[in-house]
Each structure stands twice: as structure tokens, then as C-alpha cells.
T-cell receptor, first 112, second 109 residues
Framework: EPEVTQTPSHQVTQMGQEVILRCVPISNHLYFYWYRQILGQKVEFLVSFYNNEISEKSEIFDDQFSVERPDGSNFTLKIRSTKLEDSAMYFC??????????FGPGTRLTVL | TQLLEQSPQFLSIQEGENLTVYCNSSSVFSSLQWYRQEPGEGPVLLVTVVTGGEVKKLKRLTFQFGDARKDSSLHITAAQPGDTGLYLCAGDDTDKLIFGTGTRLQVFP
């Protein structure tokens, strides 16, 4: 069964460093998303992406964040200068028609 | 800001018992999805409900969408230890999902 994959599973970085989280959505899906979940809290929407542009972004998704689909398979989330409060699980999701969303296993980001 | 409140927050029951989890909002959603999440993993889609009043069954799990499409419930019949996990409802808000607060279920053998 097709699934969303994410790498790395765990990323440890120093405050102020740049990180890139990678996702490979399900192959025939056209809508892509990033969410995050701080430990013990709700899953929060960050950004949605369709047709090579951002469809919607949350207040969390400030200038330090960017997304890119560099080729036909990968979807990346870049955090330019990480902060302690960026520590969280980051989930990529994809959808065929903007309806049901299927989530990847997540990347645990730890900012020291 | 749209909010989805789930109740109860925690539920501990014995194997074989029945339970119901509620997901409530003051907002109308075009659809609502239920996920299950294991520790350290991503949410896994269980079901999507779209029509007001819709009922969907997935083995021992029964999902219902409220007539006004503002609330939903998940009923589990004869719970098993394998049902243990975090259950999340999520409302479809056009280009994003709004997640509920979650219900953590523990089923003891």
C-alpha cells in the first residue's frame, strides 16, 4: 500500500542552524502539507502546497520557514534559523484531491 | 478560530467494554476525519465522514457525523487491548485540517 515517507526520523540541531526536513508523498497525490506536533500538544497545521505554490499557511509559518518541491517526488520543509521552540514532531501529509490526507511517520526535530 | 474539542480526554477501560468518544465544534466542517496515533508515529486515517447524519462502520468501530456537521462520535464495541492509542478527530477546513484535542484510550486485558 502506498505511503508517505519522511527523512530523517530524528534530527538534532543547534539553535540558529538551518534544517531541511524531507518528505516523499504518495506518488499520484497533488496536495501536500506540513503539520507539527509539540510534545503533548495538538497537531497543528503549518502549510499546504498545490500546483507548485503555497495554498495556505498558518501564523506559525513565518519567514523562517519555506517549502519546496524540488523534483517530481520530494517535498521539503526548511527552517532557516532554528529556535528552541521549533522542537517538535513534523509531519508531512499528502492528498489526491485535497480531501483525505495521509500522514507520514514524522521527523522528530530537537533544537539544542 | 475553529476549535474541535474531544471528550473524554482520557479513558481507561477493561477488555470487552464499549465506549464512545465525542468530537464537538461550534463550526461546520465539509468533512471530518478520524485518525489513530501511536506514540512517536504519524496519525493513521481511520475514516472520513462527509454527509450530515452519516454513519460508517469499520469492524467494531462506528463513526457518526452530526446532522449539522459540527460534531462526530466514535463508538467502539467490545474494546480490545489492540485498540489502545490516541484517537484524533480532524475537521476539513478547505486547505487544512483542524485537529481535535485527542482522546487517549487504554484498554486493559
Amino acid at each position: 500500500e502506498p505511503e508517505v515517507t519522511q527523512t530523517p526520523s530524528h534530527q538534532v540541531t543547534q539553535m540558529g542552524q538551518e534544517v531541511i526536513l524531507r518528505c516523499v508523498p504518495i506518488s499520484n497525490h497533488l496536495y501536500f502539507y506540513w503539520y507539527r506536533q509539540i510534545l503533548g500538544q495538538k497537531v497543528e497545521f503549518l502549510v499546504s502546497f498545490y500546483n507548485n505554490e503555497i495554498s495556505e499557511k498558518s501564523e506559525i509559518f513565518d519567514d523562517q520557514f519555506s517549502v519546496e518541491r524540488p523534483d517530481g517526488s520530494n517535498f521539503t520543509l526548511k527552517i532557516r534559523s532554528t529556535k528552541l521552540e521549533d522542537s517538535a514532531m513534523y509531519f508531512c501529509a499528502s492528498s489526491e484531491a485535497g480531501f483525505e490526507q495521509f500522514f507520514g511517520p514524522g521527523t522528530r526535530l530537537t533544537v539544542l | 478560530t475553529q476549535l474541535l474539542e474531544q471528550s473524554p480526554q482520557f479513558l481507561s477501560i477493561q477488555e470487552g467494554e464499549n465506549l464512545t468518544v465525542y468530537c464537538n465544534s461550534s463550526s461546520v466542517f465539509s468533512s471530518l476525519q478520524w485518525y489513530r496515533q501511536e506514540p512517536g508515529e504519524g496519525p493513521v486515517l481511520l475514516v472520513t465522514v462527509v454527509t450530515g447524519g452519516e454513519v460508517k462502520k469499520l469492524k467494531r468501530l462506528t463513526f457518526q457525523f452530526g446532522d449539522a456537521r459540527k460534531d462526530s462520535s466514535l463508538h467502539i464495541t467490545a474494546a480490545q487491548p489492540g485498540d489502545t492509542g490516541l484517537y484524533l478527530c480532524a475537521g476539513d477546513d478547505t486547505d487544512k485540517l483542524i485537529f481535535g484535542t485527542g482522546t487517549r484510550l487504554q484498554v486493559f486485558p
